[in-house]
């Protein structure tokens, strides 16, 4: 929770580092996939939510982070549900319609949901103002963080 308000914080203020600064090569780009994967496993968040942050990071426009961040959900949802049906495979006492810890009307709802409504999404970050944009997500980010930590 701490971390996630701390980068709110960073987001809403609009630091960056200096704009030679880029996004890293291949072996970075997996330390840095693979570290978002743990660190928003064990908080509970989406990796977009660590993904936009750190893109931004590096020097990548809000808007571009954001695309960014949303063509990397895919394949950490496919990971993350492969590894809930895992880690639950054992677990006798679940509800009907779960594999492992994967609720499938869920699953469906969300899934359904996503798909519908993710070129609303990408046609809003495209209209709003970069600043406006960047400061709703630190606000997201601000509420999971605070969610989290009460």
């Known amino acids: 929770g701490v971390f996630a308000l701390l980068v709110a ?3 809403w203020v609009g630091f960056r580092p200096a704009p030679t600064r880029v996004v890293p090569g291949v072996s970075g780009l997996l330390g840095a996939g693979g570290g978002i994967g743990v660190l928003s496993a064990l908080a ?26 949303a ?16 880690a639950g495979w054992q677990v006798a006492i ?4 779960s594999t492992g810890y994967v609720y ?13 409504l993710a070129p609303v999404g990408a046609r809003l970050a495209m209209r709003l103002p970069e600043l406006l944009l960047r ?9 999971l963080g605070l969610r989290m930590l009460f």
């Open 9 to 11: 914080m960073q987001m």
């Open 44 to 69: 509970g968040i989406g990796g977009g939510s660590l993904t936009v942050p750190f893109l931004t990071w590096c020097s990548m426009s809000v808007r571009r982070a954001v695309g960014a961040g």
């Open 71 to 86: 063509a990397c959900g895919l394949p950490i949802a496919v990971a993350g549900t492969l590894g809930y049906i895992v």
């Open 94 to 97: 679940l509800p009907a319609w």
């Open 104 to 116: 499938w009307p869920a699953f469906a709802g969300i899934s359904t949901a996503t798909v519908l």
């Open 135 to 143: 400061r709703m997500f630190a606000v997201l980010l601000a509420v």
